[in-house]
Every structure is written in C-alpha cells, then in structure tokens.
C-alpha cells in the first residue's frame, strides 16, 4: 500500500478541484468549523498564501482520499465518504508522527456535534481541555507514543509496513 501526502500547493488543477469538492460536500460542510461553500477563485488564492507543507492532499493506490493539515498548531483532517476506517486511521497515524517529531503539543478544534471526530481525534490520544462553542482538544507528544492497544498496534503496523511519501 502506498501514502502520499502532497502539498496542495503542488496540486495540479484537476487534483485541487477534486479536493475542493470534497471539502465542499454536504458531508463536510456540516462538520467543518466554516460549513460555507468554497468558490474555485477563493481555492486558489487561498492555496497561493499557504505556507509550504502545512496542508496536504491524502492520496491512496494514487487515488485522493481527503486532506490533511497543521497550520498554526492545530491540526485538521477531512475524508471524502467510502475510504476505509483502516485506511483513515493509517493516514491519521502517519501524519501525526510526523508532526509530533517536531512538535511536543498540537491542537485540534472539533464542533460539538462531530461526535465521529471527537472519538477519532480521542482515539490517538487527544484530551478535551475547552469545552464552550467548540471543543479544543489537545495532544502531547509523550501521550501519542505511549499509545497500545490492539487497535493502535494494528494501525502501526499497516503504517510501518506501507510505502509513505511526503511530496
């Protein structure tokens, strides 16, 4: 199996329409901290002012499966809808790792009513420690690599037995 994150900024066209239309399905829009609909235009400048290597494209047996990013301190991650709780956990797994290389404590807003994200983002370690409009949750390095349990060890293991690529 194969993960690649590509930098938006080195998306061709056809592959930054593909990841604004995910971000703009009714799915994601009724998740996401900003559920309004994105125009092309707006896409493209905003992708002209990202800083290089803070928002990814997720791509998968070369086919884009979501995007990813750390911006600021906070992370985020969004998935179009079939892609495998197996498979969003490995890129979950992988992209964490990386940042947490660098990093002794990211942080993550989540919606009161993303429940899913909640559990997923609890799932590899983060903890509530604000809880009003929003929750803002919160991972320490040191809580992520004590991670075991089945679950966790089986993600590892797909992670570590796969062919990772950060473009």
């Known amino acids: 199996m194969k993960f690649v994150f590509k930098d938006y900024k080195l998306l061709s066209p056809s592959e930054s329409l593909e990841i604004l239309s995910i971000r703009n399905s009714k799915a994601i829009r009724d998740i ?3 559920g309004g609909i994105i125009d092309i235009q707006t ?3 905003w992708i002209l002012n990202l ?9 998968f047996n070369d086919e884009i499966v979501g995007g990813v990013n750390f911006y600021n301190g906070f992370w985020g991650i969004f998935y179009k809808s079939g892609v495998e709780p197996l498979v969003k956990s490995a890129f979950a797994y992988l992209f964490l ?7 002794d404590l ?10 899913n994200a909640l559990r997923f983002n609890q799932f590899f370690g983060f903890e509530i420690v604000k809880s009003d409009e929003i929750y803002t949750l919160e ?7 004590s991670l075991n349990n089945r679950l966790i060890n089986r993600v590892k293991s797909l992670a570590d037995s796969s062919k990772v690529e950060f473009i």
């Not at 800083?51 to 791509?59: L, R, W």
């Open 43 to 45: 896409h493209k400048n």
């Open 97 to 103: 790792s990386k940042i947490l290389k660098d990093s």
């Open 51 to 59: 800083p290089n290597n803070s928002y990814f494209a997720m791509i």
């Open 32 to 34: 996401s901290l900003d």
């Open 139 to 145: 991972l320490k390095k040191s809580k992520f690599n």
């Open 106 to 115: 990211i942080y993550s807003k989540i919606k009161l009513n993303n429940q």
